[in-house]
T-cell receptor, first 113, second 115 residues
Framework: GENVEQHLSTLSVQEGDSAVIKCTYSDSASNYFPWYKQELGKRPQLIIDIRSNVGEKKDQRIAVTLNKTAKHFSLHITETQPEDSAVYFCAASYKAAGNKLTFGGGTRVLVKP | EAQVTQNPRYLITVTGKKLTVTCSQNMNHEYMSWYRQDPGLGLRQIYYSMNVEVTDKGDVPEGYKVSRKEKRNFPLILESPSPNQTSLYFC??????????????FGPGTRLTVT
């Protein structure tokens, strides 16, 4: 089955700097890659997603890039703000696997003022 | 308001005492799933359901049961809870169809402690 790895368990950045979190996946059949943000004590919520027919997607200060050849995708947060402090989870899925989402282990991002 | 609800939100129980965590969604989603969240391990899928009366095992199904008798409800049953099932549990739902890959909407979570 699919295996998704987030190589950074924690990331500390200065407010205003950029943050990049990278995930790798194992199954070349995966074609949907969402990112979820989980604030302390809250539920995970989707912040951005990308499908395999697209290489990059942006939404204001966040962007996701996908490299299908290398089987990795990354979340980019620019001009970080204190409210960006949270745990971020990447995930991968494909329809033939019943849309099963396989999550990475999560990256805790701390934005220091 | 479109939402996924779970009950109870917090539960402390003892080893071997059967319990049920309820999950309900009002978005008419076909797909529902249960995850457990443990530090450093991310969200691991326990069971999922693609429609009424259709359920399947996820990555960590041992010690759990589910049922899907109605589209909106997907309860998680622990027949004989053990301390290693102490965790934070999330229910989620999403639509199916199309090319696949849809946002999953998560419930608020249930923190379970088994002593």
């Amino acid at each position: 089955g699919e295996n998704v790895e987030q190589h950074l368990s924690t990331l500390s950045v200065q407010e205003g700097d950029s943050a990049v979190i990278k995930c790798t996946y194992s199954d070349s059949a995966s074609n949907y890659f969402p990112w979820y943000k989980q604030e302390l004590g809250k539920r995970p919520q989707l912040i951005i997603d990308i499908r395999s027919n697209v290489g990059e997607k942006k939404d204001q200060r966040i962007a996701v890039t996908l490299n299908k050849t290398a089987k990795h995708f990354s979340l980019h947060i620019t001009e970080t703000q204190p409210e960006d402090s949270a745990v971020y989870f990447c995930a991968a899925s494909y329809k033939a696997a019943g849309n099963k989402l396989t999550f990475g282990g999560g990256t805790r991002v701390l934005v220091k003022p | 308001e479109a939402q996924v609800t779970q009950n109870p939100r917090y539960l402390i129980t003892v080893t071997g005492k059967k319990l049920t965590v309820t999950c309900s969604q009002n978005m008419n989603h076909e797909y529902m799933s249960w995850y457990r969240q443990d530090p450093g391990l991310g969200l691991r899928q326990i069971y999922y359901s693609m429609n009424v009366e259709v359920t399947d095992k996820g990555d960590v199904p041992e010690g759990y049961k589910v049922s899907r008798k109605e589209k909106r409800n997907f309860p998680l049953i622990l027949e004989s809870p053990s301390p290693n099932q102490t965790s934070l549990y999330f229910c989620a739902s999403s639509p199916l169809g199309g090319a696949g890959g849809h946002e999953q909407y998560f419930g608020p979570g249930t923190r379970l402690t088994v002593t």
